[in-house]
């Protein structure tokens, strides 16, 4: 029997204890993630249920328009306070006191510029603005305290799957309440919305305890200069990675009438069932790959191995919604939103791109090139939105699938062009020096 040197003796058990400590964390988040989407799901059953096709697109416009306004009013600091943290978890409280009050400022000027825009987005429809001027509160709330979870996420994974879930379950226990009396409308959601945000910091502040209080110190440590230079960064990938599974919403929400918007929203909810595989996995893999010292070819091999069940996984899931979809839709929707079901094998391909997309951009930004990955995800972005507008035109709502693939594909082979370039660089420890 040849015996094993002890460098690579080492090596390769250092690999195994990489892969068994990420594997529990990854079943964690990836339990959380579908418990996450369950509950979307569920939520997303009782709107469309009480308000119909019409209200059901309404409520996704609205939807779009908060997921994009909170990504902004991060700053990037989702990925700054979790990579840091990762770096220098003794520096936790001035971390996420720094990052909560640049979120705070820039909260409060995308809040301010919101409400302001609402008769605009609302068409004069006084319903319509009271939700959408709720949405916009839920966004100023998500900045004066999400970077306490941003932490949490480098901390401990199991309590940040805990805040994460605590919000969606809260928001379809209101929201079934409502429906139970009677009493759903479209500012009644809206208000459920921000209960269950503000509810979830309740909930962070009873489970978070000393892993996301940190130490304080004496030393200068990590300033706003710097969370603002790599949120920047991150946010150059963040925002169109936001924009990207919005924009279609967006679009068709000027373009076709709110009925359409109501059957690609649930088209989409189902398609996305696919989603929290690959949100776990890059949830996971990003702290953990940004603060491990592995050589440059097993950080490789790690990185393709990660990269190929991702793919396995997500087209299995994939196949499986599309052989269900056409008993899943109208059985829990209702048989009025039977025209979801083709929208749901339109998107399935999307999906798959999108998933392998985002666990290779959290490997870019993990080797400290968080530029990288907001390059590609522009470049995708832009190539999507050129082709929205003449495919809506030329295929109704069924144009929105046709151009979003286009862009997830675009930004896929952009991201993946990137980390092979940064692996032939040798770009593991990037980051040592920040």
């Excluded at 609205?62 to 997921?67: E, K, M, N, P, S």
């Excluded at 999400?146 to 932490?151: F, I």
């Excluded at 967006?250 to 690609?264: C, I, K």
């Excluded at 391909?349 to 907001?374: C, D, E, T, W, Y």
Aim: hydrophobic share 55%.
């Amino acid at each position: 029997m040849v015996g094993v040197s002890p460098p690579l003796g080492r090596v390769t058990a250092g690999v195994g204890a990489l892969r068994s400590g990420l594997r529990r964390p990854a079943l964690q988040a990836t339990a959380t993630n579908l418990g996450m989407v369950a509950l979307a799901t569920v939520s997303g059953i009782v709107v469309a249920r009480g308000l119909g096709p019409d209200g059901r697109g309404h409520w996704a416009a609205i939807l779009a328009y908060f997921a994009l306004a909170q990504v902004v009013a991060e700053v990037g600091q989702s990925g700054a306070v979790t990579y840091f943290v990762s770096r220098h978890p003794e520096q936790l409280r001035q971390i996420v006191v720094r990052a909560r009050w640049l979120m705070l400022v820039a909260g409060v000027v995308l809040t301010v510029a919101g409400l302001v825009a609402t008769p605009l987005l609302a068409d004069d429809d006084p319903e319509l603005q009271w939700a959408y001027a709720l949405m916009f509160i839920g966004v100023l709330l998500n900045s004066a305290f999400a970077s306490s979870v941003y932490a949490l996420q480098a901390v401990s994974i199991g309590r940040w799957n805990v805040v994460r879930l605590a919000q969606p379950l809260l928001y379809s226990i209101v929201i079934t309440a409502l429906a139970a009396v009677g009493m759903l409308s479209l500012i009644g959601v809206a208000c459920c919305l921000v209960v269950s945000i503000l509810l979830q910091f309740i909930v962070l502040a009873l489970v978070k305890g000393a892993a996301a209080e940190g130490h304080a110190s004496d030393e200068p440590g990590i300033g706003a200069r710097r969370l603002l230079a790599y949120g920047g960064a991150y946010a150059g990938a963040a925002v169109p990675t936001s924009v990207a599974g919005q924009y279609d919403k967006l679009v068709l929400s000027r373009t076709v009438p709110a009925s359409d918007l109501g059957q690609y929203a649930v088209g989409s909810t189902v398609a996305n069932l696919v989603s929290p595989f690959a949100t776990a996995i890059a949830s996971v893999m990003f702290p953990r790959a940004s603060k491990l010292g592995l050589a440059d070819g097993e950080r490789a091999r790690l990185e393709t191995t990660t990269l190929v069940r991702t793919a396995l996984v997500s087209v299995v899931v994939s196949a499986g919604l599309c052989l269900v979809a056409p008993l899943l839709v109208p059985l829990l929707f209702g048989r009025s939103f039977s025209a979801a079901v083709p929208l749901v094998w339109a998107l399935a391909l999307v999906m798959v791109f999108r998933s392998l997309s985002q666990v290779a951009g959290a490997f870019v930004r993990a080797r400290n090139h968080p530029g990288h990955a907001a390059a590609a995800q522009i470049t995708g972005l832009v190539s999507g939105l050129l082709a929205m507008g003449p495919a809506i035109g030329l295929w109704g709502v069924f144009g929105a699938p046709v151009a979003l693939g286009l862009g997830e594909l675009v930004t896929l082979t952009a991201v993946a062009l990137a980390l092979v370039m940064l692996r032939r660089r040798g770009t593991t420890e990037g980051g040592q020096h920040a």
